[in-house]
């Protein structure tokens, strides 16, 4: 068949013309899709969440940022333009079946989203598979009648903008009104100064140069000490980081809070935020410990500003499902996956997205000092920081140097750093356990040196009062099988220390030897800055101590009640978690430390000035049966009687 030429170069250019716009057209509606299917996702996922938590998970965590309910919309927005821009292309390139691809891949994505984060519990492939099938339904039902479906998404797509715009503003407009009530509290008395309270996270009192450590652990805490009081026996309310905020928060024993490693710290109880905030005082929260610490656990109620979740893209797109369901795979098939593929691909992923997560001291300390530069004067503040440093894995911050250890050149030592939470402890050796033992000293020693930096910046803020305390501290097989925290109540895990500074710095390392508990902290707070009127802390202000000096006999303090409810969190497979937990209780005084296990009354009496390692179990030692008898009742009158699992929640 023959053509005439010029015939035909202008029919090709007429159809150029026509096609290309059509093609482009496609193209474009699949990148509108795209829009669509990723904010529908984001807000199917919020969805799922709220609805979670009030049906569901009523008094569980959210495990996330607070700012989720724009978070997780727009993080979905972004991977799904991101998807859709692909998909675009291939419409572009294959018109005719390009397009019916796209959408059936973005409505799988979209659904996707949408169940993993309304089933948890469900086997992330079978939610796959379940996403395809709807998918494809969905999909089908739809083009058959196009004309409808199109009117519909645009009526929906106008309601729920409608929808987001109202609430965004409502929450814009609350949250106005809210910093209008803090702006406008009556200010406190002049003069009234500032107060700082530092949780070191995870620091064991024994592992510091500040209380004899035979490795320079702490050298800016021993300056820091030197100009205020040093308390030698303090010890936290419990070994685990939750129960031992609350007490530092409310003045309360854990069995009062019922906060558990499953629910976060209850109402009940005032906390000292609350009250000062009340009292004309500036609070502000930064936090770096977000599994128990973050606003979700309980901890903010009274912060006029609590920064926790780092603010960075990776934390970010660990918001949407698509990202956290695949890399929490990722991480259940470590033990699974060849290791030099293991290491080759996902461990690095798996770590980027860990650091992600991570914020560093120095992170929080740029935050508090931000926020300290950009607060009213004329208010003083109450600020508590939480770094996370030293807490496992063991991994030196950016730029950090190893001072006692060394970099792992191994496997099996990069194992022991990255995985030190999930690694079966039994199988350890001496060598391994100390290697361990090593990085978490450089932690300790790295945190310190930020620690040094944000102390030198405090003369800078006005008078201030600054305590530096920890909520727990770490084990590491001193006893056999005791590994980490929340795991025991031995010394190794509730001596922690406590450092007390004035704003003028003149206590000029004091040192208090008697045996004081954390849980003394809200009282002592309010009676230093002179607010202990109405204060709703129980307790006695461990300031008798050093105000004592001139002449007064110090009162008591509260005795140093330790409590835990253990649990296999630290054992690999995680639904023994709520399986097999056991009470225990301890009650330490300058002479002994009692221990006991609730349910079938298991004793351990230890010789507190003698024996710091706690290796000689006394409890059966007639000569000391006038210690174990003091020790037994004071427990068992504050507590109540014995300490039930009924008495905590999960
Ligand atoms: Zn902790």
Known sequence: MFMVPGAATQENARARRFVLPIRLRRSLNILGLSVCCGWLAGLGEVGAILLRKHLVDIDGFYRMSQDFVWLIPVTDLLIFLAIGVPLALLGFAWPARGGPLAGRILATLALLAVIWRAFPGIYAPAGLVLAIGAAIRLASWLERDSAAFRRWAWRGWILVSIVSVATATTFLHADRLRIRRVEERPLPPPGSPNVLLVVLDTVGADHLSLYGYHRPTSPALDQAARQGVRFDRARATSSWTLPSHGSMFTGRWPHELSSGWMTPLDTTHRTLAEYLGSRGYATAGFIANVFYCAADGGLARGFDEYRDYPRNARSALLMSSLVSRPIAGLRSMEDFVALSMNIAIFRPLLLAMDDGRRKSASEVNREFLEWAARRRTDRPFFAFLNLFDAHYPYKLPDRAIHRFGTEPVTARQADLIERWRSIEKPSLTVEETAFARDAYDDCLAAQDEQLGTLLDEIPRLGPTWVIITADHGESFGEHPGVFGHGSSLYRSQVHVPLVIIP???????????????????????????????????????????????????????????????????????????????????????DNGTYIRRQDNGQELLFDARHDMQETGNLASDPTRRLLLDRLRTTLDSLTDGPLTLDRFRP
């Open 503 to 589: 704003p003028d710095r003149n206590l000029s390392g004091q040192v208090v030897p008697e045996t004081v508990s954390l849980r003394d902290l809200p009282a002592t707070i309010v009676d230093i800055i002179h607010l202990e009127r109405e204060s709703p802390f129980p307790g006695e202000s461990l300031a008798t101590f050093w105000k004592s000096k001139n002449g007064s006999r110090p009162r008591r303090p509260s005795p140093a009640l330790s409590e835990v409810v253990l649990t296999e969190l630290l054992q690999p497979d995680k639904s023994r978690m709520l399986r097999d937990r056991q009470v225990w209780a301890a009650l330490a005084d």
